[in-house]
């Protein structure tokens, strides 16, 4: 069987030995597609690919229909909002993800960001501290538990509300659970991001929304650009000088809410996952579900049933 990795943005290299090495244990072969800058070069190799492992590749109708022996594509991490998996189910592929795997380094990252917002992107002015803060963690799954985790190191006061995990769930984390996404922005000084790119969340970040954070709130997102209706905060940047917005995904509209200076900053390339550690975790777990689906037929992370 030829399992194809294909990264545009590659794994560490000790995450790709580790890879290797678990696919040729049951006599499989790797072939490596790393930093592939066209789609030419996927829709190439995928061709006669039994199975993948992806990141946040792209893998369209199109490259599902250039892919004709493929059974499998593992998305090594969490979000799978890359994959047409609709289509992949209609051709018999099967879709899955690792959750969780890559979940700390998304969470250590929200901190890193934190920081170096509230010190005035170290600009040499009088900054404030975390503790003490009210910080909102918009959705409890792998990465807002790690959020908060860390949070308690920091002596934040912290809240939660996720529409599909119970308020007593969120409360034995040791966290506040509110009874609304609204609720989360009106009591919080910072509201993490931790929502998946769906339907129902696409421009859910609203004017509406943010207009309700407290005076110098901090908006940050390590989840996925989808969710921020962009026009409608950046009016609501205009008007309001006193909110930040600090993102891991760098939106469409970069230029102009870089204009906001001081209160805006975005990595120039994603790099929340983007660790050894976390490379390591999601890859290997991908390569372990792929022999365990071509051994045993195990679909347990199938996200497309
Ligand atoms: C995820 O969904 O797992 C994270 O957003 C990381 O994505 P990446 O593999 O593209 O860095």
Redesign the pocket.
């Known amino acids: 069987m030829k399992i194809l990795v294909a ?1 545009e ?1 590659p794994f560490a290299a000790t995450a790709v030995e580790g890879i290797k090495k678990e696919i040729e244990n049951i006599g499989n072969q790797v072939v490596m597609l790393e930093k592939y800058t066209d789609k030419q070069q996927l829709l190439d190799a995928v061709s006669d690919a039994d199975a993948m492992i992806v ?3 792209k893998i369209t109708a199109e490259v599902l229909d250039a892919a004709k022996q493929l059974k499998i594509i593992v ?8 994959i047409d998996t609709e289509y992949a189910k209609g051709r018999g592929v099967i879709v899955e ?2 959750p969780g ?3 700390n ?2 969470a250590e990252l929200v901190f890193g960001l934190l920081v170096f917002a509230v010190r005035n992107f170290y600009n040499g002015k009088s900054g404030t501290e975390l503790k003490g803060k009210k910080l909102g963690i918009l959705a409890f799954g792998n990465v807002g538990r790690n959020v908060a985790r860390i949070a308690k190191g920091f002596d934040m006061e912290i809240f939660a509300y996720d529409a599909f995990c119970p308020a007593s769930a969120i409360e034995e984390a040791g966290v506040h659970a509110v009874a609304s996404q609204d609720d989360l922005f009106k009591i919080c000084d910072i509201v993490s991001l931790h929502i ?1 790119a769906t339907a129902e969340t696409k421009g859910s970040i609203d004017y509406k929304t943010v207009a309700q954070m407290k005076k110098g709130g901090i908006l940050i997102n ?3 650009k989808e969710v921020i209706n962009e026009p409608e905060l950046l009016k609501l940047f205009s008007e309001r000088e006193d909110l930040k917005f600090i993102t891991d ?1 760098k939106p469409d509209a970069d230029e102009e809410f870089a204009k906001f200076e001081g209160r805006y900053f975005s990595t120039p390339k ?5 660790t050894a550690e ?1 490379n390591i975790n ?1 890859g290997i777990a991908a390569a372990r579900q792929i022999n365990a689906f071509f051994k045993d037929g195990c679909t347990k992370f199938q996200v497309n049933k």
């Open positions: 990264t943005k990141r946040s590749d998305r090594a991490g969490a979000g799978y909002d890359n993800n690792t795997q890559n979940s380094a998304v998946p390590t989840a996925r995904i994603k790099m929340g996952a983007q976390a999601a």
